[in-house]
């Protein structure tokens, strides 16, 4: 149980265009899911808190006009980034937290590897 | 400061050994500690998951939480060459409040030699 999933597993963009990640936990509902960023070596940044059927919130110096969240159910947030650069190239992982209350766990995506060029 | 420092290693021990990783932590309201496993471009996945202080063991590994000195550690014991990737240690406070939110230490890279 508990499964998280994210598509792309990759992609390669050209500088200027906009890409969408979705993140679906597979076999729970979560009202609350998580963006971050990881560059190599380097831990798990969180950009911001998507939240079911409210505006995302957004770290400090995450530009929200880029990377625009939409939390539509309680399975899916889609993170779209729009007029892509290198600098944007990254690791992105979506996690996402079980609405049940069970537990305070989060669970991961696999990541989607995003590489601008 | 950092709210949680985790030394990022990297590091290399032989087969067997018995490995230990810890995390400090400056902010006394983190209840919940967390360890995850991440293997090279790959999602971080939960190793263990640690409420309020004490130990806690799963097979080979042994979770630790000293509130009291805020520090966290995970003991690997009979390390295997699988073993190998980053782990990640993470903390958070009782979702109901402002803190809700993980807060993760940099990440120490291990590689066990065979």
């Known amino acids: 149980g508990a499964v998280v999933s994210q598509h792309p597993s990759w992609v390669i963009c050209k500088s200027g265009t906009s890409v969408k990640i979705e993140c679906r936990s597979l076999?729970?509902?979560?009202?609350?899911m998580f963006w971050y960023r990881q560059f190599p070596k380097q831990s798990l940044m969180l950009m911001a808190t998507s939240n079911e059927g409210s505006k995302a919130t957004y770290e400090q110096g995450v530009e929200k006009d880029k990377f625009l969240i939409n939390h539509a159910s309680l399975t899916l947030s889609t993170l779209t980034v729009t007029s892509a650069h290198p600098e944007d190239s990254s690791f992105y992982i979506c996690s996402a937290r079980d609405a049940s209350g069970r537990s305070d766990e989060q669970f991961f995506g696999p990541g989607t590897r995003l590489t601008v060029l | 400061q950092k709210e949680v420092e985790q030394d990022p290693g990297p590091l290399s021990v032989p087969e067997g050994a018995i490995v230990s990783l810890n995390c400090t932590y400056s902010n006394s309201a983190f209840q919940y500690f967390m360890w995850y496993r991440q293997y090279s471009r790959k999602g971080p996945e939960l190793l263990m998951y640690?409420?309020?202080?004490g130990n806690k063991e799963d097979g080979r590994f042994t979770a630790q939480v000293d509130k009291s000195s805020k520090y966290i550690s995970l003991f690997i014991r009979d390390s295997q060459p699988s073993d190998s990737a980053t782990y990640l240690c993470?903390?958070?406070?009782?979702?109901?409040?402002?803190?809700?939110?993980?807060?993760f230490g940099r990440g120490t890279q291990l590689t066990v030699w065979p």
């Open positions: 993470a903390m958070s406070a009782p979702r109901g409040s402002t803190l809700g939110r993980l807060y």
């Open positions: 076999d729970f509902q979560a009202t609350t």
């Open positions: 640690t409420y309020s202080s």
